[in-house]
Structure formats: C-alpha cells, structure tokens
C-alpha cells in the first residue's frame, strides 16, 4: 500500500507539468486568465488535488470532493494575487511577477500534501538534504526567470486586432515553458522524497 503512494501522486504531477508545457500554460486558475484552456488548467489541478487525497484516504468520493474544495481555494488564491501582482502593481513582466506563477504551481501542490501528509499516522519529516535540494532548485528557477526577462524580447501587442490575430510573445512563452519545468521537477522531487521517507 504504501508502495502505490507517490507512485500516483508523482505521476500526476509530471503528467500536469507536461501539459503545461505543451499547452505554454502557466498552470493559472485565475479568472483573470479565463479561457478555453483554463477549464483544462482546472481539470488537471482537480486530477492532481484528487491523486494525493486518493493516495492518503483510499476514498474516490472523499479525493473527489476534497480535490474540488481544494481548487476552489486556490482558484480564489490565484485570482487574488493575479489581482494584485498585474492589476495593481503591474508587476506581471518584472521578476517576481515572472516568478510567481511556477511557485504559486508548488505552493498548491505542496500545501495539499503537506496537509494531508500531516495527518497520515506514517508520516515521517522530509530529510534536510531534499529540502535544500529544493532551495537550490528555486534559486535557479528565480535565476532563469531573471535571465529571460532581462535577455528575450518582450513585445506585446498594442491593438485589439494584434492581441487576437497574433501568437503570444517570445517571452512570454518561454516563462510559461521555464515555469513548466520547474514545477515538474521540484513537484516530482517532493513527491519522490515523501514516498521515500514512508517506506
């Protein structure tokens, strides 16, 4: 049983995070962002919410319901820091607004198996090595977002008819790509590290 554990959970995430990329999503359920490709951004969150719900409980319906309340949370969450980071500080092209997105993808996955991992009885501290591989992680996710920024041109259409007849910008896509990976490899990582604290 416990072998099956992260299994799910890990495989969901790279599953996610590979969409993302194809997609050049940011993995965002702001209703900001809403768009066809949203409802796809929801489906996938709820399928990764219920794997680690489903791997702790055993329980279709409770992993189900609870994915659900989960995403709700976050969507909100989400909406409110879009709100913020590129309504009122316009820091959507800056760094941090840059950063956000693939840490705010962590932050929800971490906060549900955090939850959850909190009260499986089996549940054991994740080593201080993973944790710092984690911190390595995010310093050159962080790295990589100022580079691009700093580096990769950043052309936004400035008409109506330009913003719906033309791709997303270079920049953009790359964020969304670099924000992708990320959150694929530190989500497995943490995932991997919890399922091998268990056995």
Known sequence: MQEERVPLIST??????????????YGSMSVFSFSGRTICVVALWVYVFSMVDYTYTREIRHAIKMAIVYTVIWGAIETGMDFVLNRLLNMGFFTVGGAWYG???LLCLCSVLAFNHYFDEDGKE?????????VVGVAVYLFAVHYVIENVPNTVPSTIFEHVTSTVN???????????IFYGIEGFLISFSLERQNN
């Open 126 to 134: 994740i080593k201080k090595s993973v944790i710092a591989l984690l």
């Open 103 to 105: 840490i705010q993808n």
């Open 12 to 25: 969901a995430v790279i599953v996610q995070a590979i969409v993302f990329l194809l997609m050049t999503s």
């Open 170 to 180: 270079q920049q953009d896509i790359i964020l969304k790509r670099v924000a992708a």
